[in-house]
């Protein structure tokens, strides 16, 4: 199974990634939760642009994929679940588990320490939430969570199936909760005590100081619920809610390539955002 996931990762991703944005682009035409703010096909353009532009920049820096490295790591004998002799099934379930709670605390992070949220404030300045927003990061924030889940496949040694499932799950996730899409209120209650939902998570992106700082769940929704970070419901509501940073208004600075880019080394405001020092005004 190793050598079919190695040969054939890239057509997993890649036909998993098409058919959930092709899936939620369409159940946003079908069923929106909101009205957009800017032109969507502009968004739409400049968000892939910076995807695409990531992933040049990271296949150029960082060309060791993370299934490589799980590999080697094996090979080599690093990581705890090599030095166990459970079952597939409950390495891929623990390492899947671990990698999600790591995701989180890293997502807690960027909004607690100053100089991360002038990176993380690219993904909240979008003026609208949809399914592309989900991989709308800038290019410095990508390539740190890289080196971290380096460390992390390094510390365990995971299974080769279980970087495979997680990676694949957490982008089709990410697609998903960050969705302008409307969803009956009973299932989004049910739904949230097993998966982020997008009304969830679309909380998280609220101009509000304390709503920014909650629900920082991407996989599992049990981390923000154990730890404190978890809000049910805004509180001007799903459709009234204000999406994006209150202290970045200029379209051309939250939907252009160039805005984003530049936004960390622009923004003297952002620190008002961050756990530690935020503060709604």
Known sequence: MDQFLQENVLIISLSVFITVLFIMALWEVLGPKRPRRVKKSKRWFNNFALIFLN??????????????????????????????????????????????????????????????????????????????????????EMILSMLIKYSLVVMIGPPILAVVIFEVVLNAAAMFNHSNVKMPELVDKILRWIIVTPDMHRIHHSTKVVETNSNFGFNLPWWDRIFGTYIANPQLGQEKMNIGLNYVSDEEEASTLWGMLKMPFTQNQSDDYTMLRGRDT
């Open 55 to 140: 992933t040049l920049i990271l296949r150029f820096l960082m060309p060791i994929s993370l299934i490589a490295l799980a590999l080697f790591s094996q090979e080599r004998g690093w990581g705890v679940f090599n030095y166990t002799d459970w079952p597939l099934a409950l390495e891929v379930v623990l390492a899947f588990v671990f990698f999600d709670f790591a995701i989180y605390l890293q997502h807690v992070l960027v909004h607690a320490v100053p100089l991360l949220w002038r990176l993380h404030q690219v993904h909240h300045a979008d003026m609208d939430l949809d399914v592309t927003s989900g991989a709308r990061f800038h290019t410095l």
